[in-house]
């Protein structure tokens, strides 16, 4: 029976490196023409009546003289599929490795393959070689010289024995498919069984579920959470244990959405909630208020500090970058923590102290948490109170600009102003942009009020021109916000058109660091800007950590050293190095050079005598500072062109008003972004 299922022929690899080894094996294990009594006798002795059945295995052989042949021919027998059954190895094959070894990786190669060593010398013991290649019933020692009858029958038994464990592994595979088949069919009968009695149940689940979880995340809403609030509050006052709410926001979410698009939002927002999942325990909830708002609540604390913990590792997660949309980006949170029942003993009290609290955050710099004090509500009135008024400046025209003067070095004449944003609040007064444009940046507002200094500017000098005065162009700072703005290009274009100023006389001034942050895009939004004809400044140049191979890839026309240069260039010689090395980088550049912060005659004629190929033209060509005149309101500075126009000094000093709390030393270009 066993006869009919198993090969009778099998492969075989003698590793010798005799050659009369290997055709003293092979006479041995082919055929012979007629049947050997003296085998048939042993066979009968051996098997009995069995013998009948069987007949003698035929063997395919092939021959390797070193230890590695030996091992590429049993790899590339595995890679044909034709394994071999039995190899002979011989124990010592100088000058290559010993047969033990080769045995080693042809066991390694081929774990069912079973193994004769062969060895003359009386020095390999079966437990040194065992040692050396593990214990094992594939392998059998055969001392030299051997007997033909003992090869035959080790060849027939080892050659069965491996065709058994195969035929038997075979089977156990067939055997493991129809269990696994048949399982399948009854898994199927009853999952579709089960499809049908919960098909109801499950219609009636997704409508509970839609009704109280955030579509987007699949995380509880605003109503199912606000019920989980109030039975934790409950459980809260029963077993008087704290709990704690932690409301979060995250960072420049805005950004992500308005530059990568609105799917970009979504996977951001999905993959911080399953960051968030990762930060809390079973017993916790994780929710979504909505946009890009989470709140966690955070029951069966030990003692109220053990939500810092919570909060530490949720910054730690969230603060990490993702890649969305083929892009990688951050958001980190702002996050607010309040605790039942000290910052409250309702729901509704708990989560305008986490607000608060979440707020404050924001306001120490964001990507941080904060935890609930009473102190916080008083400056948060404060805060939402100014962000008010300048909501009201905005709506009722309570912004101002001021103008301060560019020179002209070479002339001597005003040949530009920039413009500077005030606020005139109808209580305090005239205030500087230092006090206001942090909050309005925090806020958001900065977009609506840098649109109306665009606008309002471009207006003023389409004024001045109708009223005579001399050519002048117009330089107004741009935010890092209106620079991430796509829609920026075209606010520009439009404020143009409505003026009707030729592009060329609006020059926009972007910061060094703004320029930077992320110098692909902004390329692209200046590119725009310089194609409808406007020039582009760097502004406060020297103050950032621009690189110079960069800043030769944006589309700029000039740059405009920082004041921090300029004010110490005549006692300090680094300082008149390092703007000597500006101005001639800009000329090698193409670029026009504008010192601002000009305050005393001896900064003047430095810059003025500063070394230049061109000996007609000063090297910087252009100034702002105290010196030729103050930030001062439009008819205050049309006379100040006026004068200048009819051959006033260059370095008169403008009697302009200055702002209140503005020191004489307080930078002049104070720009609204």
């Given at each position: 029976m066993v006869a009919t299922t198993q090969p009778d022929t099998f492969r075989v690899l003698v590793v010798d490196d005799a050659k009369g080894i290997h055709e003293d094996i092979t006479k041995i294990l082919r055929p012979p023409a007629a049947r050997n009594a003296e085998l048939e006798e042993l066979e009968e002795a051996v098997l009995g009546a069995a013998r009948r059945e069987l007949t003698r295995a035929r063997f395919r052989i092939d021959s390797a003289f070193r230890g590695e042949e030996g091992i590429a021919r049993v790899q590339r027998a595995l890679d044909e599929g034709d394994p071999y059954a039995l190899a002979f190895v011989d124990v010592l094959m100088p000058p290559g490795i010993d047969g033990i070894e080769t045995l080693a990786h042809i066991f390694r190669l081929d774990p069912h393959v079973h193994a004769v060593v062969c060895t003359a010398h009386t020095d390999h013991t079966w437990d040194e070689i065992a040692?050396?290649?593990?214990?094992?019933?594939?392998?059998?020692?055969?001392?030299?010289?051997?007997?033909?009858?003992?090869?035959?029958?080790?060849?027939?038994?080892?050659?069965?024995?491996?065709?058994?464990?195969?035929?038997?592994?075979?089977?156990?595979?067939?055997?493991?498919?129809?269990?696994?088949?048949?399982?399948?069919?009854?898994?199927?009968?009853?999952?579709?069984?089960?499809?049908?009695?919960?098909?109801?149940?499950?219609?009636?689940?997704?409508?509970?579920?839609?009704?109280?979880?955030?579509?987007?995340?699949?995380?509880?809403?605003?109503?199912?959470?606000?019920?989980?609030?109030?039975?934790?509050?409950?459980?809260?006052?029963?077993?008087?244990?704290?709990?704690?709410?932690?409301?979060?926001?995250?960072?420049?979410?805005?950004?992500?959405?308005?530059?990568?698009?609105?799917?970009?939002?979504?996977?951001l927002l999905r993959e911080t909630a399953r960051r968030l999942l990762g930060c809390i325990r079973a017993c916790d909830t994780v929710a979504r208020l909505g946009g890009d708002e989470f709140v966690l609540l955070l029951e069966d604390l030990t003692h109220p500090r053990d939500a810092v913990l919570v909060a530490e590792r949720v910054l730690e997660s969230c603060s990490a970058a993702m890649d969305v949309g083929g892009h990688r980006v951050r958001t980190p949170p702002s996050i607010g923590v309040a605790t039942y029942p000290t910052d409250g003993a309702d729901a509704d009290t708990l989560l305008k102290s986490a607000d608060l609290a979440m707020y404050e955050a924001k306001r120490a710099g964001r990507a941080t948490y904060?935890?609930?004090?009473?102190?916080?509500?008083?400056?948060?009135?404060?805060?939402?109170?100014?962000?008010?008024?300048?909501?009201?400046?905005?709506?009722?025209?309570?912004?101002?600009?001021?103008?301060?003067?560019?020179?002209?070095?070479?002339?001597?004449?005003?040949?530009?102003?920039?413009?500077?944003?005030?606020?005139?609040?109808?209580?305090?007064?005239?205030?500087?942009?230092?006090?206001?444009?942090?909050?309005?940046?925090?806020?958001?507002?900065?977009?609506?009020?840098?649109?109306?200094?665009?606008?309002?500017?471009?207006?003023?000098?389409?004024?001045?021109?109708?009223?005579?005065?001399?050519?002048?162009?117009?330089a107004v700072n741009v935010s890092p916000h209106q620079l991430r703005d796509d829609a920026f290009p075209d606010q520009v274009q439009r404020a143009l058109c409505e003026s009707g100023l030729d592009p060329t006389r609006l020059e926009l001034e972007v910061t060094e660091s703004a320029a930077m942050e992320d110098i692909e895009r902004a390329a692209a939004r200046l590119a725009r800007l310089s194609n409808l004809g406007v020039r582009v400044v760097i502004d406060d140049f020297g103050s950032g950590y621009s690189s110079l191979v960069r800043l030769k890839e944006l589309p700029i026309d000039a740059l405009k050293i920082d004041r921090m240069f300029v004010k110490h260039i005549v006692e300090d010689r680094r300082d008149a190095a390092i703007v000597t090395a500006i101005v001639a980088m800009a000329h090698s550049l193409g670029l026009q050079v504008v010192a601002e912060g000009v305050e005393t005659e001896d900064q003047l004629e430095l810059l003025r005598k500063m070394p230049w190929q061109h000996p007609f033209r000063p090297a910087c060509q252009r100034a702002q500072g105290f010196l030729f005149g103050r930030p001062s309101p439009a008819p205050i500075v049309a006379g100040l062109v006026q004068e200048r126009a009819n051959g006033s000094p260059v370095s008169a000093r403008s009697n302009a008003p200055r702002d209140r709390n503005t020191p004489s030393t307080a930078p002049e270009a104070a720009s609204h972004g």
């Open positions: 040692q050396r290649l593990g214990q094992t019933d594939r392998m059998i020692v055969l001392r030299k010289p051997f007997d033909s009858i003992e090869v035959l029958q080790v060849a027939h038994t080892l050659a069965y024995k491996w065709a058994l464990a195969r035929q038997t592994e075979q089977q156990l595979a067939e055997l493991e498919r129809k269990v696994l088949e048949r399982t399948q069919h009854l898994e199927a009968a009853n999952a579709q069984l089960r499809r049908e009695v919960q098909s109801r149940e499950k219609a009636e689940s997704d409508l509970r579920h839609l009704a109280m979880h955030d579509v987007l995340t699949g995380m509880p809403n605003r109503i199912l959470f606000r019920e989980r609030l109030e039975r934790a509050i409950l459980r809260a006052r029963r077993h008087q244990k704290p709990f704690a709410v932690m409301l979060l926001d995250l960072d420049n979410f805005k950004d992500v959405n308005d530059v990568h698009g609105h799917a970009a939002g979504d996977e904060r935890l609930y004090s009473d102190n916080m509500r008083l400056s948060t009135v404060q805060k939402l109170e100014l962000r008010e008024r300048l909501e009201r400046a905005l709506a009722h025209d309570e912004f101002r600009l001021w103008f301060q003067p560019l020179i002209d070095l070479g002339t001597g004449n005003i040949v530009g102003m920039e413009a500077l944003l005030r606020w005139e609040d109808p209580v305090l007064g005239l205030i500087p942009p230092m006090h206001f444009v942090p909050a309005a940046e925090t806020f958001g507002l900065m977009m609506p009020i840098g649109h109306w200094v665009l606008r309002a500017a471009c207006r003023q000098l389409a004024a001045w021109d109708a009223a005579g005065l001399p050519r002048l162009s117009m």
